[in-house]
């Protein structure tokens, strides 16, 4: 006992002595781009893109699974091509990262111009080798079988299928941002294990902080999206963080550290990320010794790197409430869309019947209403009412609006029709 009681004593001296540094004239450094500050609303865009491109790569296995072959080379071309996304899968592998599409995913103009995409039909050949006998015998030849079949890519219902998955994810996310607590208060342990022993000998016995349903029906990716949660939590509440510090001019010094820190690791937190990056970041952040430096006016000023592992763990789990309350609300979002989505076609239907009212209104015409008009017709207000009266239709207007209307029998064709623009 009087040994293990000597050495907490030492290490807890040794903790104390700290290297002091000298002050350098020098002006302060810009953050690089590891630190984004970013704005209020970066966790919103976060969660919204992160669960936008798991859909998609979600989406995407199911359709390597079920050799849907056409559907899934015509959804990664879009992400890439239309969207500018980066490519989602490599080799057959999911990408890894936390980031991907950032910027694209979280916006509505995602799967508006998925849904605006003509469908593509493509032309699918299957090969089939049938011989019998031994595969070496070589009096044997094999008689090549070819079937081919069309398939039609409809972006609408790929769309849909991207709603229904991020639904679900979403409802999956609710549970899983509830573990961060779990997740913080295993790395707090493990930490101060290898504090006192070095090696954490209790961590074998730990169970395992992963998500799951009692049932076993969870997306295939939940996983691998679990830890992506926690990378892209940790990366917003460094930028959280650092705007709290950079902000107070007694605090800014640990900001600046934290820069230089992060620039070290070679941005740990963005782009393409190992497994279970935000606990190796954050272990490593802990790991950094105590400091004193003096500012230019001589006053002493103290780094803790522990301490700011605690102020990201506690905006780790802050961020997670946040995004319970997004993630509930995406079903309202394709509400949203959806509606969108039928305003613009209810505008192009009445861009449809206001050409087939024109045609039908100018005297002499003889464009064929059911077609397209090859050039657009624009017409005043005024001249419009003329041609109307010419054509013998009521005219009821108001402001830029025009209705047409003509009773039974008043046409040359006696018919009764009724137009608006």
């Excluded at 000597?6 to 781009?33: E, F, H």
């Excluded at 709290?244 to 620039?263: G, M, N, P, V, Y």
């Amino acid at each position: 006992m009087l040994m293990v009681a000597l050495g907490n004593v030492l290490v807890a001296a040794l903790s104390v002595c700290v290297p002091v540094t000298r002050p350098v004239s020098r002006p302060r450094a810009a953050p690089p781009v590891c630190i984004d500050p970013g704005q209020p609303g970066a966790a919103r865009e976060t969660i919204l893109a992160l669960l936008s491109q798991r859909s998609v790569q979600t989406q995407i296995f199911l359709n390597r699974q079920f050799k849907n072959g056409a559907q899934r080379k015509w959804l990664e071309r879009f992400c890439s091509d239309t969207m500018g996304a980066p490519s989602l899968s490599k080799a057959k592998q999911t990408l890894h990262a936390a980031d991907a599409m950032l910027g694209i995913g979280e916006k509505d103009d995602f799967l508006l111009r998925m849904m605006a995409a003509p469908d593509e039909t493509h032309e699918v050949v299957i090969k089939s080798k049938f011989r019998q006998g031994s595969p070496n015998n070589p009096y044997l030849q094999g008689h090549a079988h070819e079937q081919t079949y069309t398939e039609t890519v409809q972006p609408v219902k790929v769309a849909h299928q991207l709603m229904r998955l991020r639904e679900g994810i979403a409802v999956e996310w609710l549970e899983d941002v509830q573990l961060f607590r779990l997740d913080n208060e295993e790395l707090r342990r493990h930490h101060t294990e290898e504090v006192r022993n070095r090696v954490d000998e209790q961590e074998r016995y730990q169970h395992a902080i992963s998500p799951g349903s009692p049932d076993g029906e969870d997306t295939p990716l939940r996983a691998a999206s679990y830890d992506l949660l926690k990378t892209a939590a940790t990366r917003c509440a460094v930028r959280r963080l650092y705007r709290e510090l950079d902000k107070d001019s007694l605090q800014r010094h640990s900001a600046e550290w934290l820069q230089i820190f992060l620039a070290s690791r070679d941005y740990p937190l963005s782009g393409e990320v190992d497994w279970h990056a935000a606990r190796h970041f954050l272990l490593a952040l802990m790991e950094q010794p105590v400091s004193v430096s003096a500012s230019l006016g001589g006053n002493l000023r103290y780094l803790d790197p522990v301490d700011l592992a605690e102020r990201v763990m506690d905006l780790r789990v802050e961020i997670g409430e946040e995004w319970a309350e997004i993630l509930a609300e995406v079903p309202d979002g394709h509400l949203r869309v959806n509606r969108i989505r039928l305003e613009c076609n209810h505008e192009e239907e009445c861009e449809a019947e206001a050409k087939f009212a024109l045609a039908r209104v100018i005297p002499g015409s003889t464009t064929d209403p059911r077609a397209e008009l090859e050039a657009e017709l624009e017409l005043e207000l005024p001249e419009i009412e003329r041609a109307g009266a010419a054509a013998g239709f009521e005219i009821e207007s108001s402001g830029a609006a025009a209705v047409f209307k003509m009773e039974w029998g008043s046409a040359p064709n006696g018919f009764e029709w009724g137009g608006f623009f």
